[in-house]
């Protein structure tokens, strides 16, 4: 799709319209709200702007609009932006940049450790020790690197040995050196330069800071943080960690769904755009070939190429170029939820009148 010229910017607030009014059929969304509140009990928000207006919103559960919800790695998403961002402002000089740079007190002799790029932590194409079997959690570790006093050192030591550079294998821990990136060269926490740089001119609210008291299961991994959860070195935790509303996940979709721009300005290049949404690494899933750019999903849908960060819990924003379409779902992590596409395949994006 290209450059949509917009007769306003949600900077402020986002305006709603009646679906029909953005050619979308009202039977399937109150299809869809059912469909939500008799079989999807974890979602607590759904967020649907369509050529630049709320066309539906509902919550449940007694969540509403100012509520911010944890996304787990839809966090991952956020993080390959503002990575995006200091390519944009100079602070990273190329994604092909050795990670080990960034890091000169590490010393190793792994020469497999030392080819490893930026470019390989954006698109799930490091090496590292653990084992991945085709799903998002896999054999990764997490539960031990939250007891970690030092998470950088602890994953670069996990980062290469007998691993295989260009082969997709999920990591969280990838991000995470991302993030650490991030705050190695701009000074600041990825949080506080999403701040200022992201949150502050899209009009979303600022990310707080989010105290950890503890690094228990339940304070990482749990339901009930705040802000955007750091590491004990404060660096903001690049996979997952991150609190928004679900308003808030549509502007960062809608930023995407306009090349980066927004309010007739740059945020984002269109160029960093165009390659995070766009196929680097393929990977079978449940016998389902997927595709992977940087730190977004990509799948094909009757033509049409759709992009998606996702997160545990049923957690996505989903952008549609074509139907200049997004839609950000939040809900509750928890143990196996029901899978969302079947809404999006189902009632959604048949909802798209022609």
Request: hydrophobic share 35%; charged share 20%.
């Given at each position: 799709?290209?450059?949509?010229?917009?007769?306003?910017?949600?900077?402020?607030?986002?305006?709603?319209?009646?679906?029909?009014?953005?050619?979308?059929?009202?039977?399937?969304?109150?299809?869809?709200?059912?469909?939500?509140?008799?079989?999807?009990?974890?979602?607590?928000?759904?967020?649907?702007?369509?050529?630049?207006?709320?066309?539906?919103?509902?919550?449940?559960?007694?969540?509403?609009?100012?509520?911010?919800?944890?996304?787990?790695?839809?966090?991952?998403?956020?993080?390959?932006?503002?990575?995006?961002?200091?390519?944009?402002?100079?602070?990273?000089?190329?994604?092909?940049?050795?990670?080990?740079?960034?890091?000169?007190?590490?010393?190793?002799?792994?020469?497999?450790?030392?080819?490893?790029?930026?470019?390989?932590?954006?698109?799930?194409?490091?090496?590292?020790?653990?084992?991945?079997?085709?799903?998002?959690?896999?054999?990764?570790?997490?539960?031990?690197?939250?007891?970690?006093?030092?998470?950088?050192?602890?994953?670069?030591?996990?980062?290469?040995?007998?691993?295989?550079?260009?082969?997709?294998?999920?990591?969280?821990?990838?991000?995470?050196?991302?993030?650490?990136?991030?705050?190695?060269?701009?000074?600041?926490?990825?949080?506080?330069?999403?701040?200022?740089?992201?949150?502050?001119?899209?009009?979303?609210?600022?990310?707080?800071?989010?105290?950890?008291?503890?690094?228990?299961?339940?304070?990482?991994?749990?339901?009930?943080?705040?802000?955007w959860l750091k590491d004990p070195k404060g660096n903001s935790i690049g996979g997952f960690g991150l609190t928004i509303t679900p308003r808030d996940m549509a502007r960062f979709g809608f930023l995407y769904l306009n090349g980066g721009m927004w309010?007739?300005?740059?945020?984002?290049?269109?160029?960093?755009?165009?390659?995070?949404?766009?196929?680097?690494?393929?990977?079978?899933?449940?016998?389902?070939?997927?595709?992977?750019?940087?730190?977004?999903?990509?799948?094909?849908?009757?033509?049409?190429?759709?992009?998606?960060?996702?997160?545990?819990?049923?957690?996505?924003?989903?952008?549609?170029?074509?139907?200049?379409?997004?839609?950000?779902?939040?809900?509750?992590?928890?143990?196996?939820?029901?899978?969302?596409?079947?809404?999006?395949?189902?009632?959604?994006?048949?909802?798209?009148?022609?």
């Amino acid at each position: 799709m290209g450059t949509v010229k917009r007769d306003y910017w949600p900077t402020e607030a986002w305006r709603t319209t009646e679906p029909a009014s953005v050619g979308i059929d009202s039977k399937k969304l109150s299809d869809l709200d059912h469909i939500i509140s008799s079989q999807h009990k974890n979602i607590h928000g759904i967020v649907m702007v369509k050529d630049g207006y709320i066309a539906f919103e509902r919550y449940y559960h007694g969540y509403g609009p100012c509520d911010a919800h944890r996304v787990a790695s839809v966090t991952k998403s956020f993080t390959s932006a503002l990575i995006g961002m200091a390519v944009d402002s100079g602070y990273i000089p190329s994604i092909d940049q050795k990670v080990l740079h960034f890091f000169p007190d590490y010393v190793t002799h792994d020469i497999r450790k030392k080819t490893v790029t930026l470019k390989h932590l954006l698109t799930m194409t490091a090496p590292f020790t653990f084992s991945w079997k085709g799903n998002q959690g896999g054999q990764e570790p997490l539960d031990r690197l939250r007891r970690q006093r030092d998470w950088v050192t602890y994953i670069l030591n996990q980062m290469g040995g007998k691993g295989q550079s260009g082969m997709f294998q999920y990591s969280t821990a990838g991000t995470h050196l991302l993030s650490a990136i991030i705050t190695q060269t701009t000074g600041r926490c990825a949080r506080a330069f999403a701040n200022e740089h992201l949150c502050g001119p899209l009009g979303m609210r600022d990310i707080p800071d989010h105290d950890m008291k503890t690094f228990s299961l339940d304070d990482v991994f749990g339901n009930h943080a705040t802000g955007w959860l750091k590491d004990p070195k404060g660096n903001s935790i690049g996979g997952f960690g991150l609190t928004i509303t679900p308003r808030d996940m549509a502007r960062f979709g809608f930023l995407y769904l306009n090349g980066g721009m927004w309010d007739n300005k740059q945020i984002i290049s269109k160029a960093w755009i165009d390659a995070s949404t766009t196929p680097h690494a393929e990977v079978m899933i449940d016998e389902s070939l997927a595709k992977y750019g940087y730190l977004w999903w990509i799948r094909e849908e009757k033509g049409m190429s759709i992009y998606l960060a996702l997160g545990d819990g049923g957690n996505v924003i989903c952008c549609v170029p074509e139907k200049d379409l997004v839609v950000a779902i939040a809900g509750k992590i928890g143990r196996k939820p029901i899978d969302r596409w079947p809404l999006f395949e189902t009632y959604i994006l048949p909802a798209i009148l022609d």
